[in-house]
């Protein structure tokens, strides 16, 4: 099918968590290897594969202390500075004001308004729907209060949609009947997506999770698997598909302790949309309108 009445498509990646660091290897888990895609350091940024852009991405947003996950996944995703509106970081799930913000203004309701086909690549198991949660991410009001349907474990074992860890090797601990996939297989399925949506978004928290719980070893393996997912699907990318790859704030990249950081985090582009912006830096809050502009140019 074609994408879009321009042809286009694009992929947005989130991962939570992930900041510029220092390029030392005895805190910045980046810097125990040579990363194929990301190479985002404080000394410089790049050089990336395919011609990405690599553009240093502002999400403290004029409010001081540590950037959370609930405020800045609002603020990727609506374009609205959260963490200014409430006057405050946020961490966890979006509270019922963020929730009306997302309602109203989320980057797959504004799409949707214009005809475009969105999807969000994660996979919900069985319990979300049977057991809802008290409590629910960003990605997931946005999903529910724009019309966007939501994968389900069928899904993932048909090859039509990822899970937050995409080689589906936790799904399997857990008892899921899934295959394993590799990174590149992954990628495939993202690349997929991308063919028949206008918009793909996919989540990946375990850099987060693994920031606040995990080993300095455990930070390289992930890192190492998800930089080769990256690579794999920068080669893989559908023609006239663009994807931005960006976090919400860092945590990862310093294992020196357990906490997020006042970092600013790296935001990479790759496609059609490179050449966007012009020059300088981003704020978090540019990017949905930087993606809604590249998808429906007036």
């Not at 913000?101 to 797959?108: D, G, I, K, T, W």
């Not at 949660?133 to 074992?157: H, Y």
């Not at 399997?172 to 394993?180: A, D, I």
């Not at 375990?206 to 080769?228: P, Y």
Request: net charge negative.
């Amino acid at each position: 099918m074609t994408n879009s009445s321009n042809g286009r498509s694009a992929i947005l990646i989130l991962i939570d968590g992930l900041g510029i660091g220092p390029r030392n290897p005895a805190v910045n888990p980046l810097a125990a290897f040579q990363p194929r895609v990301l190479q985002i350091y404080r000394d410089g940024l790049g050089p990336l594969p395919r011609d990405g852009r690599a553009v240093q991405t502002d999400v403290q947003l004029g409010v001081a202390g540590r950037p959370q996950s609930a405020t800045n996944h609002t603020a990727l995703l609506t374009g609205v500075n959260a963490p200014r509106m409430i006057g405050r970081h946020l961490s966890g799930f979006p509270s019922p004001r963020l929730k009306k913000v997302l309602a109203e203004r989320s980057l797959f309701k504004r799409l949707r308004e214009r005809g475009a086909s969105t999807a969000f690549a994660n996979t919900y198991r069985d319990e979300f729907f049977t057991n809802r949660p008290r409590w629910v991410s960003a990605t997931t009001v946005m999903c529910e209060t724009s019309g966007t349907p939501l994968f389900r474990m069928p899904d993932l074992a048909a090859g039509r949609s990822l899970h937050y860890d995409f080689t589906n090797r936790l799904a399997r601990e857990q008892g899921w009947e899934v295959p394993l996939r590799t990174p590149g297989e992954a990628a495939g399925i993202l690349a997929a997506l991308a063919e028949d949506h206008h918009l793909v978004l996919y989540e990946y928290f375990l850099t987060d999770l693994t920031g606040h719980r995990g080993t300095m070893a455990e930070a390289v393996a992930l890192l190492e698997s998800l930089d080769e997912f990256l690579g794999e699907l920068v080669e893989a990318l559908p023609r006239q598909t663009s994807l931005v790859v960006t976090s919400d704030h860092g945590n990862i990249e310093d294992m020196s302790h357990s906490g997020h950081t006042e970092n600013p985090v790296a935001t990479l582009i790759w496609g059609p949309m490179a050449d966007r912006p012009a020059e300088g830096t981003l704020a978090l809050t540019d990017l949905s309108p930087l993606i809604e502009g590249f998808l429906s140019p007036r």
